[in-house]
Protein backbone atom coordinates (compact mmCIF):
# COMPACT_ATOMS: atom_id res chain seq x y z
CA UNK A 1 0.00 0.00 0.00
CA UNK A 2 1.18 3.42 -1.06
CA UNK A 3 2.34 5.20 2.01
CA UNK A 4 1.47 9.45 1.93
CA UNK A 5 4.57 11.71 2.26
CA UNK A 6 4.10 14.82 3.94
CA UNK A 7 2.48 16.77 1.03
CA UNK A 8 -0.47 14.14 1.02
CA UNK A 9 -0.88 14.71 4.45
CA UNK A 10 -0.45 18.26 4.57
CA UNK A 11 -3.80 18.04 2.06
CA UNK A 12 -5.66 16.19 3.77
CA UNK A 13 -5.01 18.22 6.71
CA UNK A 14 -6.16 21.23 4.66
CA UNK A 15 -9.40 19.19 3.22
CA UNK A 16 -10.50 17.60 6.34
CA UNK A 17 -10.42 21.27 8.38
CA UNK A 18 -11.85 22.98 5.57
CA UNK A 19 -14.93 20.44 5.01
CA UNK A 20 -15.07 20.50 9.34
CA UNK A 21 -15.42 23.93 9.17
CA UNK A 22 -17.63 24.19 5.60
CA UNK A 23 -20.21 22.33 7.93
CA UNK A 24 -20.06 23.44 10.90
CA UNK A 25 -19.94 27.04 10.68
CA UNK A 26 -22.63 26.21 7.80
CA UNK A 27 -25.17 25.23 10.14
CA UNK A 28 -24.67 28.41 12.71
CA UNK A 29 -24.99 30.56 9.37
CA UNK A 30 -28.47 27.77 8.39
CA UNK A 31 -29.97 28.19 12.03
CA UNK A 32 -28.81 32.21 12.92
CA UNK A 33 -29.81 33.17 9.36
CA UNK A 34 -32.89 31.02 9.41
CA UNK A 35 -34.47 32.70 6.02
CA UNK A 36 -37.54 29.94 6.45
CA UNK A 37 -38.36 30.32 9.95
CA UNK A 38 -39.11 32.97 13.09
CA UNK A 39 -36.14 34.19 15.14
CA UNK A 40 -36.96 31.24 17.68
CA UNK A 41 -35.72 29.15 15.33
CA UNK A 42 -32.40 28.98 16.88
CA UNK A 43 -31.37 26.13 18.34
CA UNK A 44 -28.47 25.27 20.73
CA UNK A 45 -29.11 21.32 19.49
CA UNK A 46 -29.25 21.86 16.00
CA UNK A 47 -25.44 23.54 15.97
CA UNK A 48 -24.26 20.56 18.29
CA UNK A 49 -25.58 18.12 15.91
CA UNK A 50 -24.15 19.66 12.62
CA UNK A 51 -20.75 20.18 14.30
CA UNK A 52 -20.88 16.77 15.31
CA UNK A 53 -22.02 15.48 11.90
CA UNK A 54 -19.13 17.92 10.11
CA UNK A 55 -16.46 16.41 12.46
CA UNK A 56 -17.44 12.53 10.96
CA UNK A 57 -17.72 13.63 7.67
CA UNK A 58 -13.87 15.39 8.19
CA UNK A 59 -12.60 12.67 9.66
CA UNK A 60 -14.16 10.10 7.25
CA UNK A 61 -12.71 12.14 4.43
CA UNK A 62 -8.77 12.23 5.86
CA UNK A 63 -8.69 9.72 8.10
CA UNK A 64 -6.87 6.91 6.17
CA UNK A 65 -4.08 9.71 4.73
CA UNK A 66 -3.23 11.91 7.53
CA UNK A 67 -5.11 10.46 10.86
CA UNK A 68 -7.74 13.74 10.32
CA UNK A 69 -6.30 15.42 13.24
CA UNK A 70 -8.00 18.23 11.97
CA UNK A 71 -7.07 20.02 15.10
CA UNK A 72 -3.67 21.83 16.27
CA UNK A 73 -4.52 21.00 19.74
CA UNK A 74 -4.43 17.33 18.91
CA UNK A 75 -1.51 17.77 16.68
CA UNK A 76 0.36 18.61 19.60
CA UNK A 77 -0.83 16.47 22.18
CA UNK A 78 0.60 13.61 20.01
CA UNK A 79 3.87 14.88 19.57
CA UNK A 80 4.17 14.89 23.22
CA UNK A 81 2.25 11.91 24.16
CA UNK A 82 2.30 9.57 21.20
CA UNK A 83 5.43 9.99 19.48
CA UNK A 84 4.07 11.83 16.51
CA UNK A 85 6.77 13.62 14.91
CA UNK A 86 7.83 17.92 16.49
CA UNK A 87 9.01 18.36 12.31
CA UNK A 88 5.37 17.80 10.68
CA UNK A 89 3.42 20.16 14.20
CA UNK A 90 4.27 22.98 12.39
CA UNK A 91 2.97 22.30 8.99
CA UNK A 92 -0.21 20.19 10.09
CA UNK A 93 -0.60 23.28 12.11
CA UNK A 94 -0.09 25.88 9.19
CA UNK A 95 -2.58 23.44 6.67
CA UNK A 96 -4.88 23.05 9.64
CA UNK A 97 -5.62 26.88 9.81
CA UNK A 98 -5.30 27.04 6.23
CA UNK A 99 -8.60 24.81 5.91
CA UNK A 100 -10.46 26.79 8.21
CA UNK A 101 -9.98 30.13 6.32
CA UNK A 102 -11.07 27.63 3.24
CA UNK A 103 -14.44 26.49 5.33
CA UNK A 104 -15.51 29.68 6.12
CA UNK A 105 -14.94 31.33 2.61
CA UNK A 106 -17.27 28.08 1.34
CA UNK A 107 -19.92 29.18 3.91
CA UNK A 108 -19.61 33.07 3.13
CA UNK A 109 -20.58 31.86 -0.65
CA UNK A 110 -22.97 29.84 0.46
CA UNK A 111 -24.94 32.09 2.46
CA UNK A 112 -23.23 35.61 0.86
CA UNK A 113 -26.68 37.56 0.33
CA UNK A 114 -28.12 36.40 4.05
CA UNK A 115 -25.22 37.20 5.64
CA UNK A 116 -24.88 40.68 3.48
CA UNK A 117 -28.39 41.24 5.04
CA UNK A 118 -27.88 40.50 8.70
CA UNK A 119 -24.72 43.21 8.44
CA UNK A 120 -22.50 40.29 8.32
CA UNK A 121 -22.84 38.49 11.79
CA UNK A 122 -20.51 36.18 13.37
CA UNK A 123 -21.05 32.77 12.39
CA UNK A 124 -17.34 32.19 12.35
CA UNK A 125 -15.93 32.00 15.83
CA UNK A 126 -16.04 31.66 19.48
CA UNK A 127 -16.00 34.62 21.85
CA UNK A 128 -16.17 38.47 20.78
CA UNK A 129 -18.61 39.03 18.00
CA UNK A 130 -20.69 35.93 19.04
CA UNK A 131 -23.48 37.53 20.42
CA UNK A 132 -25.62 38.04 17.31
CA UNK A 133 -27.41 41.36 17.00
CA UNK A 134 -30.88 42.10 16.57
CA UNK A 135 -30.32 41.56 12.68
CA UNK A 136 -29.27 38.39 12.95
CA UNK A 137 -31.41 36.12 15.81
CA UNK A 138 -34.43 38.89 15.62
CA UNK A 139 -33.96 39.15 19.25
CA UNK A 140 -32.22 41.14 22.09
CA UNK A 141 -28.55 41.05 21.93
CA UNK A 142 -26.28 40.44 25.15
CA UNK A 143 -24.43 43.55 26.40
CA UNK A 144 -21.02 41.10 27.04
CA UNK A 145 -19.50 39.66 24.19
CA UNK A 146 -18.88 36.49 26.10
CA UNK A 147 -22.40 36.82 27.90
CA UNK A 148 -22.52 36.19 31.77
CA UNK A 149 -19.22 34.40 31.30
CA UNK A 150 -15.58 35.80 32.16
CA UNK A 151 -12.70 35.28 30.03
CA UNK A 152 -11.04 32.85 32.57
CA UNK A 153 -14.20 30.85 33.06
CA UNK A 154 -14.16 30.78 29.35
CA UNK A 155 -10.73 29.72 29.53
CA UNK A 156 -11.28 27.25 31.67
CA UNK A 157 -14.03 25.83 29.62
CA UNK A 158 -12.05 25.41 26.49
CA UNK A 159 -9.40 23.51 28.36
CA UNK A 160 -11.58 21.16 30.00
CA UNK A 161 -13.50 20.62 26.69
CA UNK A 162 -9.91 20.02 25.34
CA UNK A 163 -9.11 17.70 28.03
CA UNK A 164 -12.35 15.46 27.60
CA UNK A 165 -11.82 15.65 23.47
CA UNK A 166 -8.26 14.00 23.84
CA UNK A 167 -9.18 11.74 26.15
CA UNK A 168 -11.90 10.45 24.25
CA UNK A 169 -10.17 10.49 20.96
CA UNK A 170 -6.88 8.23 22.98
CA UNK A 171 -9.99 5.70 24.32
CA UNK A 172 -11.59 5.49 20.71
CA UNK A 173 -8.31 4.73 19.11
CA UNK A 174 -7.09 2.51 22.12
CA UNK A 175 -7.32 -1.74 20.74
CA UNK A 176 -6.01 -1.83 24.66
CA UNK A 177 -9.22 -0.51 25.63
CA UNK A 178 -12.79 -1.53 24.64
CA UNK A 179 -11.52 -0.08 21.25
CA UNK A 180 -14.01 1.02 18.54
CA UNK A 181 -14.66 -2.07 15.42
CA UNK A 182 -14.11 -1.67 11.91
CA UNK A 183 -14.21 1.55 10.98
CA UNK A 184 -17.09 3.30 13.91
CA UNK A 185 -14.26 5.57 15.23
CA UNK A 186 -15.10 8.77 12.86
CA UNK A 187 -18.88 8.24 14.40
CA UNK A 188 -17.72 7.93 17.68
CA UNK A 189 -15.43 10.79 17.52
CA UNK A 190 -18.76 12.60 16.50
CA UNK A 191 -20.74 11.70 19.51
CA UNK A 192 -17.68 12.78 21.73
CA UNK A 193 -17.80 16.28 20.09
CA UNK A 194 -21.80 16.49 20.42
CA UNK A 195 -21.42 15.64 24.31
CA UNK A 196 -18.93 17.94 24.81
CA UNK A 197 -20.74 20.94 22.97
CA UNK A 198 -23.78 19.70 24.83
CA UNK A 199 -22.45 19.56 28.48
CA UNK A 200 -19.74 21.92 28.31
CA UNK A 201 -20.45 24.37 25.28
CA UNK A 202 -22.07 26.95 27.05
CA UNK A 203 -19.25 29.55 28.93
CA UNK A 204 -17.01 30.00 25.33
CA UNK A 205 -18.93 27.79 22.49
CA UNK A 206 -16.37 25.08 22.84
CA UNK A 207 -13.68 26.02 19.89
CA UNK A 208 -12.16 22.99 21.58
CA UNK A 209 -9.93 23.92 18.09
CA UNK A 210 -7.56 26.74 17.88
CA UNK A 211 -7.42 25.75 13.70
CA UNK A 212 -11.73 25.86 13.93
CA UNK A 213 -11.68 29.03 15.89
CA UNK A 214 -8.55 31.13 13.87
CA UNK A 215 -9.28 30.26 10.26
CA UNK A 216 -12.49 31.49 9.94
CA UNK A 217 -12.07 34.18 12.33
CA UNK A 218 -9.36 35.89 10.03
CA UNK A 219 -12.02 35.53 7.43
CA UNK A 220 -14.53 36.67 8.69
CA UNK A 221 -12.58 39.97 9.94
CA UNK A 222 -11.81 40.55 6.20
CA UNK A 223 -15.23 40.21 5.02
CA UNK A 224 -16.52 42.91 7.78
CA UNK A 225 -17.50 40.90 11.00
CA UNK A 226 -16.74 43.33 14.06
CA UNK A 227 -15.30 42.42 17.04
CA UNK A 228 -13.57 39.80 16.25
CA UNK A 229 -9.44 40.30 17.04
CA UNK A 230 -10.99 42.94 20.09
CA UNK A 231 -8.75 42.68 23.05
CA UNK A 232 -7.01 39.61 24.07
CA UNK A 233 -9.75 36.77 24.11
CA UNK A 234 -8.97 35.44 20.51
CA UNK A 235 -5.75 34.04 21.74
CA UNK A 236 -6.16 32.99 25.28
CA UNK A 237 -9.69 30.83 25.35
CA UNK A 238 -9.74 29.34 21.76
CA UNK A 239 -5.97 28.76 21.10
CA UNK A 240 -4.02 28.50 23.80
CA UNK A 241 -7.17 26.87 26.71
CA UNK A 242 -7.28 23.62 23.31
CA UNK A 243 -3.25 23.51 23.35
CA UNK A 244 -3.49 22.96 27.02
CA UNK A 245 -6.57 20.73 27.54
CA UNK A 246 -5.20 18.34 24.64
CA UNK A 247 -1.75 17.61 26.52
CA UNK A 248 -3.60 17.78 29.85
CA UNK A 249 -5.92 14.98 28.40
CA UNK A 250 -3.30 12.56 27.10
CA UNK A 251 -1.45 12.78 30.04
CA UNK A 252 -4.30 11.93 32.47
CA UNK A 253 -5.62 9.35 30.01
CA UNK A 254 -2.11 8.09 30.22
CA UNK A 255 -1.08 7.60 34.01
CA UNK A 256 -5.19 6.76 34.92
CA UNK A 257 -5.98 4.31 32.11
CA UNK A 258 -3.30 3.32 29.37
CA UNK A 259 -1.03 2.92 32.67
CA UNK A 260 -3.52 -0.10 34.16
CA UNK A 261 -4.35 -1.58 30.53
CA UNK A 262 -3.48 -4.83 29.71
CA UNK A 263 -1.19 -4.98 26.53
CA UNK A 264 -2.01 -6.05 23.61
CA UNK A 265 -1.48 -4.41 20.15
CA UNK A 266 -2.25 -1.04 20.03
CA UNK A 267 -3.50 0.75 17.03
CA UNK A 268 -3.55 4.58 16.54
CA UNK A 269 -0.55 6.84 16.11
Not at 71 to 81: C, F, Q
Not at 113 to 127: D, Y
Request: glycine letters at 16%.
Amino acid sequence: MRKPGLGGELMAEFLGTAILCLLGDGVVANVGLAPRLASPAYNWTTIVFGWAFAVVVAVYVAGGVSGAHINPAVTLALAVKRGFSWSKVLPYWIAQVLGGFAGALGVYLVYMEGLKAAGMPNVWCTGPGAIFETAFWGGASSASALGSYSLMNATVAEIVGAAVLMMGVLAIGDSRNLGVKANLGPFMVGILVASIGFSLGGPSGYAINPARDLGPRIFGSLVGTKGLFDGAYWIIAPIVGPLIGTVLGATVYDAVISSNLSEKSEGGE
